[in-house]
Every structure is written in C-alpha cells, then in structure tokens.
C-alpha cells in the first residue's frame, strides 16, 4: 500500500497564495490534486504525468495554479496563486497508472490517495 504525506495547507485571504506538498512512497503514471468541500463531491484540480510532465487544469484553477513534480523525491506540488474563497476545501494527492485526461474527468478514480490537507480561503 502506498503511503501519502501531505502539508502545505492552511487559512489564507483572498488573493494570498499557498503551495501544497505531496511525498508518496512510489509514483505512477501520474500524480493529481483534487479537492472535497463540504457536502460537494471530490473534483479534479490539477495532474501531471511523471515521465513526460504534460499537465492538466480544470476550468476553475487554470492561470492560478501549476502543478509540479520532483521524480527523484517522489514529491508533487500545487502552487496555488490569487486563491478565492471557492478554493476552501481539502485537498488531496493521488496516483495512478493512467493519463491525467481519465482522471481528471472522472472516467477512472485514483485507487490511492492520501489523507489531504486542508485549505481555507476567507476574509
């Protein structure tokens, strides 16, 4: 079983920035940020693949945010910028064995993830 460390949340204005961390004991084909606010289901935020680097953005966070990769460390990033109460939610890190584009809309789920970190966005 896989094991996930994540950090880098927090409570931050409108506008601030964060920048999550997600270490796991080995990568898949790719590695993905989704998020859960109350009562909502769990949405795609961003991923990347880990041998060629493509990426992908949902609507809601693209400009703001980039997702990053150090395979050597086995260690995804979230950099979040101009963040918007609509961003409070959990986020969690996930890996998979297929492409970003079956994850991210939601035709496969991540069979791992880790426990998430949270991200509160208020005045």
């Known amino acids: 079983q896989l094991h996930f460390v994540e950090s880098g949340g927090g409570a931050v204005q409108p506008g601030g920035s964060l920048r999550l961390s997600c270490s796991v004991s080995?990568?898949?084909?790719?590695i993905g940020w989704f998020r859960q606010a109350p009562g909502k289901k769990r949405e795609g935020v961003a991923c990347i693949h880990k041998t060629d680097g493509e990426t992908h953005y949902k609507e809601p966070v693209k400009g703001r945010f980039t997702i990053s990769r150090d395979n050597a460390k086995n260690t995804a990033y979230l950099l979040m910028n101009d963040l918007l109460p609509e961003d409070t939610a959990i986020y969690f890190c996930?890996?998979?064995?297929?492409?970003?584009?079956?994850?991210?809309?939601?035709?496969?789920?991540?069979?791992?993830w880790g426990q998430g970190t949270r991200v509160t966005v208020s005045s």
């Open positions: 080995a990568f898949e084909y790719s």
């Open positions: 996930g890996t998979g064995q297929y492409r970003c584009s079956d994850y991210v809309t939601g035709k496969r789920d991540y069979e791992d």
